[in-house]
């Protein structure tokens, strides 16, 4: 399978506690978002990055939250001091850089739960 | 301030028939379209797309329609099949801003009857 892929898939946590998920993008795409969905909602931007820089936040990234893609490989998004509110599902895409290229190949995304 | 709209949560059309569902937008540097679809427990899948510089893009059964007067695209399924329920989101682009972000509506669930 050469798509997006992401783990865990589901992740049960306690309020308080740090999580981190990790997204591994198509091999030969060198642009990754990371995205949030809650329930009822479209998917909310977080972050991206070409190659291994970090180029977009949203406001959404709180002090909470650090995204890393080492190498500009995997990518990690770690969420410290986790919160009821942060439940949702965390979503990973893909996308090669050049004129054109627009969509984004998402994974089967992360689903938090925190308790 | 949701930049992208689409005002109908849900939408039932029998098979066969053609399915629309309708995305508004107000911000005017988008400048790139995207329908996603998306079924339970798996993440959004790319389905077709519109440059704001064109007013129709069709991808066999699957047609998008761009009023930028109005500010309005459409998705139109022809015909519908029952594979075709899911939930389906519009997403734009500002690339006039030089952002690659994709902004996304609410979602509209479809459900195709047999």
């Known amino acids: 399978d050469t798509g997006v892929s992401q783990n865990p898939r589901h992740k049960i946590t306690k309020r308080g506690q740090n999580v981190t998920f990790r997204c591994d993008p198509i091999?030969?795409?060198?642009?990754l978002y990371w995205y949030r969905q809650t329930l009822g909602q479209g998917p909310e931007f977080l972050t991206y990055f070409q190659n291994e820089a970090q180029l977009e936040k949203s406001r959404l990234l709180s002090d909470r939250f650090s995204a890393e893609r080492p190498k500009g490989s995997f990518s990690t998004l770690e969420i410290q001091r986790t919160e009821q509110g942060d439940s949702a599902m965390y979503l990973c895409?893909?996308?090669?850089?050049?004129?054109?290229?627009?969509?984004?190949?998402f994974g089967p995304g992360t689903r938090l739960t925190v308790l | 301030d949701q930049q992208v709209k689409q005002n109908s949560p849900s939408l039932s059309v029998q098979e066969g028939r053609i399915s629309i569902l309708n995305c508004d937008y107000t911000n005017s540097m988008f400048d790139y379209f995207l329908w996603y679809k998306k079924y339970p427990a798996e993440g959004p899948t790319f389905l077709i797309s519109i440059s704001s510089i064109k007013d129709k893009n069709e991808d066999g059964r699957f047609t998008v329609f761009l009023n930028k007067s109005a500010k309005h695209l459409s998705l139109h399924i022809v015909p519908s099949q029952p594979g075709d329920s899911a939930v389906y989101f519009c997403?734009?682009?500002?690339?006039?801003?030089?952002?690659?972000?994709?902004?996304f509506g609410k979602g509209t669930k479809l459900s195709v009857i047999p």
């Open positions: 997403a734009a682009r500002r690339g006039w801003a030089g952002s690659y972000q994709l902004t």
């Open positions: 091999s030969e795409h060198n642009r």
């Open positions: 895409a893909s996308s090669p850089s050049g004129t054109g290229a627009y969509e984004q190949f």
